[in-house]
C-alpha cells in the first residue's frame, strides 16, 4: 500500500477500507508500505500502521521510460494506463491532437487526470510497485513532439530504442501531416495495425525490455 510517508504512516480511508473489508486483515497483521518514490517496509496493519525493521531503498532506473496516449472512447484509456503501470512504464503522458475523438479540456480534462491517477495508483499496489508513474496532466501532442528524446509511432519509422524513451501513439485516425512535421523522430512499432490503447502497451513492453537487457548487459 502507498503512503504519504514512511516515517509517519497512514492509510487513507479507502485502503484501510479495503484491507479491512475485502482483504479481511486484521489490527497486527502483515503488510507492506511504499512512499511510490523508490522506499518500501514492512509493517503491521492499522489505521496507523506500525513500521516492523528498515526502510528499504530500490534504486531508480538510469534510463526512465514514458508513453504518451490520446484519449480513446470509453473505458480504454484507462485500460491503457492500467497495463502500463504495470509494465514498468514511468510516465504516462495524456495527450489530445487534431484527430482525438476524446476531448480533455476544462473540468473534463481534470477530472480525467485524477481518475487516471488513480488507476495508475491502484495497479501499481496491484503490481507491488515501488515507484509510482508520474501521470502528466493533458497537453496537446504537439507541444511534446519537439521535445528531446521524445518520438512519434508510425510507419516506416525507426525501431525503438532508448535515444528516444518518449513514444507518442496517436489517434485511431493517426497523425495529421502537420503533427508529423513537429515531431523530431518516429519509431515503428512493427507491427499490423493497432488500437491506440494496444499500441500503447506494446510500446511500453518494447522500452521496457530494451531497458532490461540493456541493464543486463551491463552487469555482465
Known amino acids: 500500500m502507498f503512503v504519504e510517508s514512511l516515517a509517519q504512516p497512514e492509510l487513507s480511508a479507502d485502503d484501510h477500507h479495503h484491507l479491512s473489508r475485502v482483504r479481511r486483515l486484521r489490527d497486527g497483521d502483515p503488510i507492506t508500505l511504499s512512499d511510490g518514490a523508490g522506499w518500501w517496509c514492512s509493517a503491521r496493519f492499522a489505521a496507523a500502521p506500525e513500521v516492523v525493521g528498515d526502510l528499504v531503498s530500490v534504486a531508480k532506473a538510469e534510463v526512465l521510460v ?3 496516449i490520446v484519449a480513446v472512447k470509453g473505458d480504454r484509456t484507462a485500460w491503457a494506463v492500467q497495463k502500463l503501470t504495470e509494465i514498468g512504464v514511468d510516465r504516462i503522458l495524456l495527450l489530445s491532437s487534431s484527430r482525438s475523438v476524446v476531448r480533455w479540456t476544462g473540468d473534463r ?4 487526470h485524477a481518475k487516471l ?5 491502484s495497479a501499481a499496489t496491484q503490481s ?3 515507484f509510482l508513474p ?8 504537439v507541444d511534446v513532439m519537439a521535445e528531446p528524446g521524445v518520438a512519434v509511432a508510425q510507419r516506416d519509422g525507426r525501431y525503438p530504442s532508448l535515444d528516444h524513451p518518449t513514444v507518442l501513439i496517436g489517434p ?3 497523425w495529421t501531416d502537420d503533427e508529423l512535421a513537429a515531431a523530431g523522430a518516429t519509431v515503428d512499432l512493427g507491427v499490423g495495425v493497432l488500437r491506440a490503447e494496444t499500441a500503447a502497451v ?13 541493464v543486463h548487459r551491463h552487469a555482465e
Open 117 to 121: 491517477t488513480a488507476v495508475a495508483r
Open 128 to 130: 507491488r510497485r515501488v
Open 172 to 174: 485511431e485516425g493517426g
Open 66 to 68: 514514458s508513453v504518451g
Open 134 to 141: 508520474i501521470i502528466e496532466p493533458p497537453r496537446p501532442a
Open 109 to 112: 480534462g481534470h477530472k480525467a
Open 202 to 214: 506494446v510500446t511500453g513492453v518494447l522500452l521496457t525490455a530494451i531497458r532490461a537487457d540493456m
